[in-house]
């Protein structure tokens, strides 16, 4: 995994540490360790989801060991923030070298699109996760994680065209795949408190 730069804690993540929660949703009773936890809960329900991946991902940010599930949500979707952002920075690096063949500066220039709209639909996932739109941040990083997969496979298109973006675009897959799924431990806990 790219180590990721320095990463500044949001007003909205800090502002959910200092929400009082009166009954702790049933992920964050059963497990101390919330990270390990939630992490293993959602290797098992994919085979795609790495588990080293995602411990390793939120460890290595504090605020992330003090901090609920909603918190760690906002944090996989900062963490999927910014790895968009740095990889749109890279393309752009990599357009300008001019040491691309047409066919992959034309899929650079795709997938710097896709990016585009990737961070547009990170920010929109953020916010309704706010408002608890649980269903409706899914769909948005559903769709983020085909933006990766779809850039990754306009390389393949052409025969023994390597991709320079398969990191990146494994990153950004897996980390929207964090926060997809405990939005969806989430969606399932106020499902249940709800009935």
Known sequence: MRQFSLFTVSLSSLFLLLI???????????????????CKQCAEKSTTFNYDFCTSSLQTIPISHATNLQGLALIAMELALENATNTISYIEKMISTGKFDPYALGCLKDCSE??????????????????????????????????????EEGFKEKAGELSPLTVENYDLSQLSAIALCITDLLSLALDSDSS
């Open 20 to 38: 009082p929660h009166e009954t702790p949703s049933p992920v964050t009773a059963l497990y101390p360790d919330l990270i390990n936890s939630t």
């Open 114 to 151: 896709l990016y585009l709209d990737g961070v547009s639909m990170l920010v929109d996932s953020i916010q309704v996760f706010w408002w608890e739109q649980y269903s409706a941040a899914n769909l948005l990083l559903n769709t983020v994680m085909e933006t990766a997969a779809t850039c």
